[in-house]
């Protein structure tokens, strides 16, 4: 092959140890992201025995994480993996190439690669969502038998997302070199620029004000809304740590490099002057680190944070003596409350039903979304039941058509007294009107209406559970006589909140799944970033340092990176669990899902070291002249 693509693809073959590293990460994320795409789509065609709506909004709030994770390690990666060609790209431009004809390489170049791993990545990703089949099956997601939809459309999806990605990543690389004379160009390619522009500047604190704003959103948005915007907090601040990496790792290892040597040994002070030198070479490094400490850390405890505050609000809910389940028809409604010692019983009943959350022409998937609505007594005392009710009243709920509406949900549908809900019962569409407004829909749910209206609707109610105050304490022992559950309403709340376990192992599975595609591209980075160096090591080898020292030198420096990467993903991830914290449980202890936390935080250091260290043996393993050759 002749011409521009030929060239390209001679720079490919040239350079194939350092873009095979890049082109197994665009691999795999070309996996992910095609997993997501079949359950997006699976969930918008809602084929026979889909939830589509379930299913919709489990992708959708699975792709937003997933997406963004991607995207930046994709970046990094490319941008990681040109970082170590300056010199050669200066070159080209002291021989007469202009800055158009060494981007155009570049591009191509770029695009060849990604043009054949992410396909190659995205078809095993189809595959790969159906592997998920007996987990969704398992969280009532898919009906026994059924199918996910698959199409081409994933791929070429992923295919249209991760190409122009690199593309632009590629594009950046280059840039730093491109925009200077082609002498300078050669010059600065043997070092690196110890400070940041303006306009970088400037984004890194956009982007730090950004995450904090988010971070605290759930002081003002309230519910599951909230969490999922502080959640975002975590990488608003990865990426500005990213975009200020050369400050802060100066700020970091300046003051450290002047440490006296007698103090600290010479390959612990050449290694804390590399890291100091090549500030933007470890920032590169350190992004994917920080992001699979914050992504697994903030997923787990924002869903920890969630299940706590619905277990509270809940058990504040009920006040009952006892929480009876299984009374799953109307005769055993009527056998439990004959019994003799309860002084009242209260019915809670829930009817399955969908709710129109947009009014745009869309597929049913993105506009109606699949819930509840329970089946209270308009007059149910609050010392049985208590919602928490903000305006209107629950008494009002005893005329037909009407429905009181979570905080939650108001917010989300904007809604306010007065106004109609579209709900979908049967396949029907009805229009039920808001008369009031409760703060605890986390524990009870977001809409509550009475049986009668229930009755007009024509639905089906499902299990019931039967609020009871007792007079004797025998009538608990004749209540279990009749096979129910009986529970009190700490312990009922307890089995509501552990109900959705299920599901909780189907988010895992997908979270443990991205965290993998994270590691691959944190050590992916630490082995091309090692790699890069062959010839430094080799001229430190030639000049008389030991393997020894070399791979002590490494060793600190990959210490000291994996250190670093665990500052920057905790210190992103405090704000957003104390936001959450805050706006979920009041002012207290954040909470944290500490063992995911702490294997997270091992596995960075490991993965650190592991990758720098082997990568370094590797580079320096060649005899003396040999490695001198190199």
Do not use: K
């Not at 095979?20 to 997006?40: F, N, R």
């Not at 300078?184 to 400070?195: I, K, T």
């Not at 309860?342 to 009817?351: E, G, M």
């Not at 979270?511 to 590691?519: I, K, P, Q, S």
């Amino acid at each position: 092959m002749t011409g521009p693509w030929g060239l390209a693809l001679s720079g490919a073959r040239a350079h194939r140890a350092g873009l095979s590293g890049t082109a197994l990460v665009l691999a795999a994320a070309g996996a992910v992201v095609s997993m997501v795409g079949v359950l997006l789509e699976s969930g918008l065609r809602a084929a026979p025995g889909v939830d589509g709506g379930l299913l919709t909004a489990l992708a959708s709030s699975y792709a937003g994480t997933a997406l963004v994770v991607v995207l930046l390690v994709t970046a990094t990666t490319v941008t990681l993996a040109l970082r170590g060609r300056r010199r050669e790209l200066a070159l080209l431009r002291t021989v007469g190439a202009t800055r158009g004809q060494v981007r155009q390489q570049v591009s191509r170049e770029v695009l060849l690669v990604a043009g054949v791993a992410v396909p190659l990545g995205a078809l095993p990703g189809v595959l790969l969502a159906r592997r998920l089949v007996p987990l969704l099956v398992d969280a009532g997601v898919l009906a026994p038998g059924g199918e996910l939809a698959i199409s081409p459309l994933p791929a070429l999806g992923a295919v249209a997302l991760l190409l122009p990605t690199a593309l632009l990543a590629g594009r950046l690389a280059a840039r730093e070199t491109l925009r200077s004379s082609p002498t300078e160009a050669v010059r600065d390619s043997a070092h690196e620029a110890p400070g940041i522009g303006g306009v970088r500047r400037w984004l890194a604190v956009a982007g730090a004000v950004a995450g904090l704003a988010a971070a605290f959103s759930p002081l003002v948005v309230p519910g599951t809304i909230g969490a999922a915007s502080a959640a975002t907090s975590a990488f608003l601040l990865v990426a500005a740590a990213c975009l200020a990496g050369p400050l802060l790792v100066a700020a970091t290892f300046g003051r450290a490099s002047r440490l006296p040597g007698a103090r600290t040994g010479a390959p612990t002070r050449l290694a804390l002057h590399n890291l100091r030198g090549y500030s933007r070479r470890l920032t590169t490094v350190v992004v994917p680190l920080a992001l699979a400490l914050a992504t697994g850390t903030i997923q787990t405890s924002v869903d920890r944070s969630v299940a706590e505050a619905a277990g509270q609000q809940l058990t504040a809910a009920l006040g009952a003596d006892l929480v009876v389940t299984g009374a799953t028809t109307p005769d055993r409604v009527r056998e439990a409350t004959a019994l003799p010692g309860l002084a009242r019983v209260v019915p809670l009943t829930d009817t399955p039903a969908e709710v129109r959350t947009d009014s745009d022409d869309l597929p049913d998937g993105l506009v109606w979304e699949r819930t509840s609505l329970r089946a209270v007594p308009a007059d149910v005392p609050r010392d049985v039941l208590d919602p928490g009710v903000t305006e209107g009243s629950l008494a009002a709920l005893a005329e037909p058509g009407t429905v009181a509406v979570s905080s939650d949900a108001a917010f989300e549908l904007g809604l306010d007294l007065g106004d109609a809900v579209p709900v979908r019962v049967e396949g029907a569409e009805h229009r039920l009107d808001v008369v009031a407004v409760y703060d605890r829909g986390l524990g009870l749910g977001d809409y509550l209406t009475d049986t009668s209206t229930v009755a007009a609707l024509g639905g089906a109610p499902a299990a019931t559970t039967l609020l009871v105050d007792a007079d004797d304490p025998a009538a608990t022992g004749a209540l279990r006589g009749l096979e129910l559950g009986v529970a009190t309403a700490e312990g009922y709340a307890a089995s509501v909140v552990s109900a959705d376990a299920a599901l909780q192992r189907l988010s895992t599975v997908l979270l443990l799944a991205l965290l993998v595609f994270v590691g691959l591209g944190a050590a992916t980075a630490l082995v091309l970033s090692t790699a890069g160096r062959r010839a430094e090591l080799a001229l430190l080898h030639r000049t008389g340092a030991t393997r020894r020292q070399l791979v002590r030198m490494t060793l600190v420096e990959s210490v000291l990176t994996g250190l670093l990467a665990w500052v920057i993903g905790t210190a992103a991830v405090v704000p957003a669990v104390v936001g959450v914290s805050a706006g979920l449980l009041g002012w207290h202890l954040p909470v944290v899902d500490l063992p995911t936390y702490a294997l997270l935080s091992g596995a960075v250091l490991v993965t650190s070291v592991a990758a720098t260290v082997g990568a370094a043996t590797w580079a320096v393993r060649l005899p003396r002249g040999r490695t001198a050759a190199a």
